[in-house]
């Protein structure tokens, strides 16, 4: 069987902890394999992962200028629905560029990456 070629990465984020490097990690991988040339799509997810895309943080990093500068780079950012409702985040509190989707699309995206043969990491 030849070998497959990565072409897109799928990235993922459960916790959003200022204390933790996870979130740094998540933006900086983007930024890294979205300048190789890969397609590069962001999934925050659990109700700690979705606060990267609520606009209007404050605190150090600046994880909402952060996130603009990955959207700038074409990185797309796909927020839970259901994870943001469990902590009473609405739709209009996302930064722009960021798209809302149901809990079955996270399912998809990882089904689909997975049988595409794509790489998918999860932090």
Known sequence: MPARKVTKVLLFL????????SPMEILRFAKYYRKKGLEVVVVLWGPMGVILAKKGKSG???YDERVRECIELGIRFKCCELASSMIGFEKEELIEGVE??????????MLQYCEEGQ?????
Not at 15 to 21: L, R
Not at 100 to 109: G, K, P, Q, W
Not at 119 to 123: A, D, G, Q
């Open 14 to 21: 459960k916790n959003m902890v200022y204390e933790s490097t």
């Open 60 to 62: 150090t990093p600046p």
């Open 100 to 109: 809302m989707i149901h809990s079955y699309e996270v399912a998809d995206l």
């Open 119 to 123: 790489l998918v990491i999860n932090l």
